[in-house]
C-alpha cells in the first residue's frame, strides 16, 4: 500500500522519526512535519484571555489514558507534595485519574484532598478549565505529539512539560512554558 502513497504527514518531528526508524519502507517518501490544528470555539479562547488576576492559580493535569504511568502523574503528584509542604496554595484539577492508582498514590502522600480528580468532563469545560491553568504535562517516555500542551498554548495557557520527544517542539521554554527533565518532582 505504501506503495501507492506520494508522502506522509506527521504531527511532530518526533512522530517523523518514529515512522522513519520502524516502517522501512517510509524511507524511499518525504513526510512532512504539520502541527495538528486545534479547533477551540472562539468564546473559550475569548474567556481565557479574560482571566482574572489574583485568582488562585490553578494548575491542570489531563490524561485521556486514565493514569497511564508513562504520562508521569505520579512525578507531578509528588512536585504537589514538594509545593504542599511549603504552604503554597493551589488549585489543582487531574483530569482522567478519578478512581485510578493516581487518586490513590495522592491519598498515600497526603496530598488528595488538595486535588480535585476529574474522570472526564465536557470538550468546553476541559477547554475552560485548562484556559484558566498553569497546564503540566510530564511525561516520562518519547512523547511523539503532546496534544494537551498544544492545546493550552493554543488558549494562551502556559505549559510545564517534560524534555522528550514532541514535547520541546510544542512548548517554547521560556516564551509559552517551561521545560523540566522528565521523572524530576523537583524541577516539576
Given at each position: 500500500m505504501i506503495d501507492y502513497i506520494d508522502a506522509f504527514i506527521a504531527p511532530s518531528m518526533a512522530v517523523r522519526k518514529l515512522l522513519e526508524q520502524h516502517v522501512y519502507e517510509l524511507k524511499q517518501k518525504p513526510i512532512r512535519v504539520i502541527p495538528n490544528p486545534i479547533n477551540v470555539p472562539d468564546e473559550i479562547i475569548r474567556q481565557c484571555i479574560d482571566k482574572k488576576q489574583g485568582e488562585t492559580p490553578k494548575i491542570t493535569y489531563a490524561d485521556a489514558a486514565k493514569g497511564a504511568v508513562i504520562k508521569g502523574p505520579h512525578i507531578l503528584l509528588q512536585a504537589l507534595k514538594q509545593l504542599k509542604d511549603g504552604n503554597l496554595r493551589l488549585e489543582v484539577n487531574m483530569i482522567g485519574c478519578k478512581g485510578t492508582w493516581v487518586e490513590r498514590f495522592a491519598f498515600k502522600l497526603g496530598i488528595a484532598k488538595n486535588v480535585n480528580f476529574y474522570d472526564r468532563m465536557p470538550k468546553i469545560e476541559f477547554y475552560k478549565l485548562i484556559g484558566s491553568s498553569i497546564v503540566v504535562v510530564p511525561s516520562i517516555w518519547q512523547e511523539p505529539?503532546?496534544?494537551?500542551?498544544?492545546?493550552?498554548?493554543?488558549?494562551?495557557?502556559?505549559?510545564?512539560?517534560?524534555?522528550?520527544?514532541?514535547?520541546?517542539?510544542?512548548v517554547l521554554d521560556g516564551v509559552t512554558g517551561l521545560l523540566v527533565d522528565p521523572a524530576d518532582p523537583e524541577a516539576l
Amino acid at each position: 500500500m505504501i506503495d501507492y502513497i506520494d508522502a506522509f504527514i506527521a504531527p511532530s518531528m518526533a512522530v517523523r522519526k518514529l515512522l522513519e526508524q520502524h516502517v522501512y519502507e517510509l524511507k524511499q517518501k518525504p513526510i512532512r512535519v504539520i502541527p495538528n490544528p486545534i479547533n477551540v470555539p472562539d468564546e473559550i479562547i475569548r474567556q481565557c484571555i479574560d482571566k482574572k488576576q489574583g485568582e488562585t492559580p490553578k494548575i491542570t493535569y489531563a490524561d485521556a489514558a486514565k493514569g497511564a504511568v508513562i504520562k508521569g502523574p505520579h512525578i507531578l503528584l509528588q512536585a504537589l507534595k514538594q509545593l504542599k509542604d511549603g504552604n503554597l496554595r493551589l488549585e489543582v484539577n487531574m483530569i482522567g485519574c478519578k478512581g485510578t492508582w493516581v487518586e490513590r498514590f495522592a491519598f498515600k502522600l497526603g496530598i488528595a484532598k488538595n486535588v480535585n480528580f476529574y474522570d472526564r468532563m465536557p470538550k468546553i469545560e476541559f477547554y475552560k478549565l485548562i484556559g484558566s491553568s498553569i497546564v503540566v504535562v510530564p511525561s516520562i517516555w518519547q512523547e511523539p505529539f503532546g496534544i494537551i500542551a498544544l492545546e493550552a498554548n493554543y488558549l494562551g495557557a502556559p505549559v510545564v512539560a517534560s524534555r522528550v520527544g514532541g514535547l520541546p517542539e510544542i512548548v517554547l521554554d521560556g516564551v509559552t512554558g517551561l521545560l523540566v527533565d522528565p521523572a524530576d518532582p523537583e524541577a516539576l
